[in-house]
């Protein structure tokens, strides 16, 4: 049989308060392919954050009825419900973010081709890190 001791307690506390209040440098995988968008034509960055947006539109109703369930049915105290709410909150900014990105993405407001960032690279100094062919779409390969 297990037990918590008083010790593990004090653990538990020292640990909860540190996540709690110290903001940690997460590097998940989505901005870690956004600094990889520009191997994409904008039309498939369009494409692919579309999809990526309307993943995030079904997740926030679904997290929007999961809370109403749990405040109106269940009529649970709004404590248990904080990381229900956090997870919401983020999931709405992303939404957000990403929609402002393929709005401006639609509009051409952002947009990008391989010869500009070639051309942006050698104006500022910067080596191409490989040979420009081998990262070059298909179409602009041929």
């Not at 307690?9 to 520009?38: D, I, N, Y």
């Amino acid at each position: 049989m297990y037990e918590l001791t008083d010790e593990g307690r004090a653990t538990m506390g020292v640990w909860l308060a540190e996540m709690l209040a110290e903001p940690k440098q997460e590097f998940p995988q989505f901005p870690a392919a956004l600094s990889f968008v520009l191997m994409l034509e904008p039309r498939e960055a369009l494409e692919i954050l579309e999809r990526r947006a309307a993943t995030l539109a079904e997740s926030l109703a679904g997290q929007d009825k999961g809370l109403a369930e749990q405040a109106e049915v269940y009529r649970l105290p709004r404590v248990t419900m904080l990381e229900g709410e956090y997870l919401r909150a983020m999931t709405a900014a992303e939404l957000d973010w990403i929609k402002s990105v393929t709005d401006e993405l639609r509009s051409g407001k952002l947009s990008w081709t391989f010869d500009q960032l070639i051309g942006f690279a050698q104006s500022t100094g910067q080596a191409a890190l490989v040979e420009p062919e081998r990262l070059a779409p298909r179409d602009e390969r041929d």
